[in-house]
């Protein structure tokens, strides 16, 4: 197999694994739920749920922990699942 095709594969498959960054989503959540966070596979925190009862207690210090603790653990996810995609894909030849 010649160099100039194992470079061609390995920008197809550079290709599908942005695509595939672009199009991933994870969910994560702390305190049992009071907070959940939606990150996409290139980190980017989407959305932030806070249940009610959180601000009721009206802990800001909790709260700030609980945000701090689902945004950790879904890049722990995002960081996981990439690891995993980029696993799986193999140049022929290397």
């Known amino acids: 197999m010649d160099m100039r095709s194992i470079m061609k594969q390995a920008q197809k ?14 969910e994560a959540s702390a305190g049992g739920g009071m907070v959940t966070v939606t990150m996409g596979g290139t980190r980017e925190v989407l959305a932030v749920k806070i249940a009610p009862e959180v601000l009721e207690s009206q ?5 700030e922990d609980l945000v701090r603790a689902a945004v950790n653990e879904a890049n722990r996810k995002v ?13 022929p030849g290397f």
């Open 79 to 91: 960081e996981e699942t990439l690891g995993q995609k980029m696993g799986s894909l193999r140049v």
């Open 13 to 26: 498959m550079q290709e599908k694994l942005q695509q595939e960054m672009a199009e991933l989503k994870v």
């Open 59 to 63: 802990d800001l210090e909790m709260l």
